[in-house]
């Protein structure tokens, strides 16, 4: 079973020079780097979005534990 795909892409011409020459300095295929570069791209929106998340979810928590000592202050008055 095939586990790569061929795919095509247009890019800036400033950036395919870049990465020919990072391709010949480090001796890395093309679609390699593009590979890396997919896949840092991929994590680092995931990162965001997850920290994004948590900040949401803290904002939330914090409203509600703000609720809830409220109701208590209340029933303890």
């Known amino acids: 079973m095939r586990t790569k795909r061929k795919i095509s892409v247009t890019i800036d011409a400033n950036i395919l020079e870049r990465v020919e020459q990072a391709s010949e300095t480090y001796r890395i295929a093309k679609s390699h780097l593009a590979q ?3 896949m840092l791209w991929l994590k ?3 990162e965001e979005r997850m920290a994004k998340g948590y900040a949401e979810m803290a904002r939330e928590d914090k409203k509600f534990a703000e609720l809830s000592f409220e109701s208590q202050r ?3 008055s």
């Open 44 to 46: 680092q929106k995931t």
């Open 36 to 38: 890396e570069a997919f």
């Open 74 to 76: 209340e029933v303890l």
